[in-house]
C-alpha cells in the first residue's frame, strides 16, 4: 500500500495546511471512481505495538487535484498488520 509521510504530519501541524495534506493523503481510484485514504491505526497492549493500516472511501469525494491510481481493493490487496515487540 501507498503509505505518504502526510498522515504525520497532519497530526503534528494539526490544521495548519490541511488542505495541501489533504491532498497527498486522499487518492482517486481509477478502477472504481472513488476517493480513498489509507488511515493508519495504532494500539499497544502488553508492551505489544500493533499498527493496522486500513482503506477509507470517500463517496462524492471532489476528485480535482487528487491523484489518480488504483485502489487496494481494486487490486485485491489486503490489509496490512505490523506487529512489533
Same mark, same amino acid.
Given at each position: 500500500?501507498?503509505?505518504?509521510?502526510?498522515?504525520?504530519?497532519?497530526?503534528?501541524?494539526?490544521?495548519?495546511?490541511?488542505?495541501?495534506?489533504?491532498?497527498?493523503?486522499?487518492?482517486?481510484?481509477?478502477?472504481? @471512481?472513488?476517493?480513498?485514504?489509507?488511515? !493508519?491505526?495504532?494500539?499497544?497492549?502488553? /508492551?505489544? %505495538? #500493533? @499498527?493496522?493500516?486500513?482503506?477509507?472511501? !470517500?463517496?462524492?469525494?471532489?476528485?480535482? /487535484?487528487? %491523484? #489518480?491510481?488504483?485502489?487496494?481493493?481494486?487490486?485485491?490487496?489486503?490489509?496490512?498488520?505490523?506487529?512489533?515487540?
Amino acid at each position: 500500500m501507498d503509505i505518504s509521510s502526510a498522515h504525520y504530519k497532519r497530526a503534528i501541524q494539526g490544521a495548519r495546511g490541511e488542505g495541501f495534506h489533504t491532498d497527498n493523503i486522499i487518492k482517486f481510484c481509477t478502477k472504481c @471512481r472513488n476517493c480513498y485514504e489509507i488511515v !493508519l491505526s495504532e494500539s499497544r497492549m502488553n /508492551g505489544i %505495538e #500493533k @499498527r493496522v493500516y486500513n482503506m477509507r472511501w !470517500l463517496k462524492d469525494f471532489p476528485s480535482y /487535484g487528487k %491523484e #489518480k491510481k488504483t485502489c487496494p481493493r481494486c487490486l485485491g490487496q489486503a490489509t496490512i498488520t505490523e506487529v512489533i515487540k
